[in-house]
């Protein structure tokens, strides 16, 4: 079927929008940087609105450079960041903003639902709990009531856009199930609402919203819709996903073994098993569901982990900042360990398994270091917390063979980078063809939706290829071993200095 296909990624930096043709071609594509507020350390959020202005401004910017008629745009598909959350109101609109995963307010209620039935919440949500959607409800229902009697349904970004642009109201709200482990409350075996966890939390069932495939097409654009973005009155919109299923999805690693490196805002690192295996003894890995039924995506992530290595150049290296490249330069010839730095990267407290205390820091300094062994331990404490999660994998997944790990996002393009995570991990590191990978998963959900596509392999083994593969160096991968132990116990050595109030 010819015609066009449109991606859209609502990721923390901003919103990306690209036209593909039906054979996966890219035609156009349009990125608006996004509008983080952060009035103070721990608080962080965005306006509902200006994130969906973000979405019909790219729209309908690609569509103007290409030329192409809106008629032949046959489906959109939108995903987007997946552990934050927000309310709208019965009519559909914002009731409050964009609670962001990198806020931390919520902590307290992190603390409450894991003394009460943490054990049971990684159980049946597949993910521990950590600053995700359940503390985050709980913080509006118990620190703003009013807000939280105005919630209709609980929503993620996507959904709201979607919902916008397809005229939903409240009570129409939906909540794909790529985002499950994220919940605080959905069974995501059985893909519903557990009542177990919501009267365990007192939480009404009343504010969650129908769950949904992300292939389901939830309706069509509106007229005013049209209006603003240039569509067509009546194009097909899709539930889509969150941004990490979706960009494992668009790498077409559809069989069991494959790791992803999703080294982007936040560093991500997922794999693809077949097996639903709850963490519920490290605490450390969240399952979660793919597009693809029968497929299951444990991962753990780092808080800002891609920040850091952009926090470093930007504020270390001199104005105008050095570039990445010539940083790489100078950090690819140091030897491994950074001649004894470590660097913990949790500026937002580690994620998973979560400790809200631990704070960034360098370890280790001393005269003979250079910007470039700091810019390196930046690197190397991705790759430390990388070399924690993948521990982790192979003890809940002994028969499983992990050897190759897929790199996508703006760190996956670093040689240097590949090859510090190459040599602490002992996998080998493939980049592909097309770093967007997202955006590809979003619209082939989209066209597949829509009745374009009747097997999603196909178009994404068009453009998806490995182009680079780069190997452990075994002396490296030695050496790294001790600077991965060193670092876990740096962390709980360094845990009660972190609770001191000056930190606080």
Not at 17 to 37: Q, R
Not at 200 to 224: M, N, Y
Not at 267 to 288: A, K, Q, W
Not at 432 to 443: E, N, Q, R
Request: charged fraction near 20%.
């Amino acid at each position: 079927m010819a015609g066009y296909l449109i991606g859209i990624d609502i990721g923390t930096q901003g919103t990306k929008a690209v036209l593909f043709d039906t054979e996966m071609n890219t035609i156009a594509s349009s990125f608006e940087g996004s509008k983080l507020i952060q009035p103070k350390p721990g608080t962080v959020w965005q306006e509902a609105d200006d994130i969906y202005e973000s979405c019909i401004r790219t729209i309908h910017d690609i569509i103007e450079k290409s030329g192409v008629n809106a008629t032949d745009i046959l489906s959109v598909g939108i995903d987007s960041q997946m552990a934050g959350i927000m309310g709208v109101g019965a009519d559909g609109e914002a009731a409050t903003y964009y609670d962001s995963w990198l806020d931390t307010r919520c902590d307290a209620y992190v603390e409450q639902m894991r003394s009460v039935a943490g054990r049971r919440v990684t159980e049946i949500t597949g993910g521990p709990v950590t600053y995700t959607h359940g503390p985050k409800i709980l913080w509006w229902k118990n620190e703003h009531p009013e807000a939280y009697e105005r919630i209709k349904k609980f929503v993620l970004p996507h959904g709201y856009v979607v919902g916008k642009m397809t005229g939903l109201r409240g009570e129409e709200a939906y909540f794909d199930y790529t985002c499950i482990q994220y919940s605080g409350f959905g069974d995501n075996k059985n893909k519903v609402w557990s009542d177990e966890l919501l009267e365990t939390f007192g939480v009404s069932k009343e504010k969650f919203p129908r769950i949904v495939s992300p292939f389901e097409v939830i309706g069509t654009c509106t007229a005013e819709c049209a209006m603003a973005s240039g569509l067509k009155e009546g194009t097909p919109i899709v539930a889509g996903g969150g941004d990490t299923a979706c960009s494992v999805f668009g790498s077409g690693l559809f069989e069991k073994d494959l790791v992803l490196d999703c080294a982007g805002t936040a560093s991500v690192m997922c794999s693809v098993v077949d097996e639903f295996v709850p963490d519920t003894e490290y605490e450390t890995l969240t399952m979660m569901r793919s597009p693809v039924d029968g497929l299951w995506m444990p991962l753990a992530y780092i808080n800002g982990g891609g920040l850091c290595v952009r926090w470093f150049r930007d504020e270390f290296t001199g104005e105008p900042p050095m570039s990445y490249q010539e940083l790489e330069k100078k950090a690819g010839v140091l030897p491994a360990g950074s001649e004894g730095i470590l660097f913990i990267p949790h500026f937002a407290g580690r994620v998973l398994p979560n400790n809200p205390y631990v704070k960034g820091s360098f370890i280790g300094l001393d005269w003979k270091h250079k910007k470039e062994h700091l810019f390196r331990a930046v690197m190397e404490g991705v790759a430390y917390e990388y070399h924690y999660y993948l521990s982790v994998l192979k003890t809940l997944y002994p028969h499983n063979r992990f050897e190759n790990m897929y790199g996508t996002g703006g760190g996956a393009k670093s040689d240097v980078f590949n090859q510090i995570k190459s040599d602490v991990l002992g996998l080998n590191v493939i980049s592909f063809s097309m770093g967007d990978t997202a955006l590809v998963g979003s619209a082939v959900i989209a066209g597949v939706g829509a009745g374009v596509f009747t097997d999603y392999r196909e178009p994404i083994r068009k453009i998806m290829h490995p182009v680079k593969s780069i190997h452990p160096n075994a002396a490296n991968h030695e050496a790294y071993g001790a600077y991965a132990e060193t670092y876990l116990q740096t962390i709980d050595a360094l845990t009660g200095v972190y609770k001191s109030k000056i930190y606080r």
